[in-house]
Nanobody, 121 residues
Framework: QVQLVESGGGLVQAGGSLKLSCVVS????????MGWYRQAPGKQRELVAR???????NYVDFVKGRFAISRDNAKNTVYLQMNSLKPEDTAVYYC???????????????WGQGTLVTVSS
């Protein structure tokens, strides 16, 4: 069974840093895009940053210059380095990946279980 396993969330003070990791576990053929989304209390889930075959891009203006997404294809892993964290960054962070388990199948979109990031003021 293919799963996305996230780690790295927790409680941090404002100005601190955290690094999230997400590994695709299980038997797969290939991975297309990988990325991170977040959902703050009472808000909709939003895209934070995403890596495709063309590269990695931060999408949310609010995190530009503070967050950096990277991907290790050999390890089927995507990371999100979060620096200069603010209370407004408090949210559940979800990993997302487009995975193909066999050559002739289409890519399927998978989600991780989410990891909570809490930034105290």
């Amino acid at each position: 069974q293919v799963q996305l396993v996230e780690s790295g969330g927790g409680l941090v003070q404002a100005g601190g840093s955290l690094k999230l990791s997400c590994v695709v576990s299980g038997s797969i053929f290939s991975i297309n895009a990988m990325g991170w989304y977040r959902q703050a209390p009472g808000k909709q889930r939003e895209l934070v940053a995403r890596c495709t075959s063309g590269g990695c891009t931060n999408y949310v203006d609010f995190v530009k210059g503070r967050f950096a997404i990277s991907r290790d294809n050999a390890k089927n892993t995507v990371y999100l380095q979060m620096n200069s964290l603010k209370p407004e960054d408090t949210a559940v962070y979800y990993c997302n990946a487009e995975v193909k388990v066999r050559p002739l199948l289409k890519y399927s979109e998978l989600w991780g279980q989410g990891t909570l990031v809490t930034v105290s003021s």
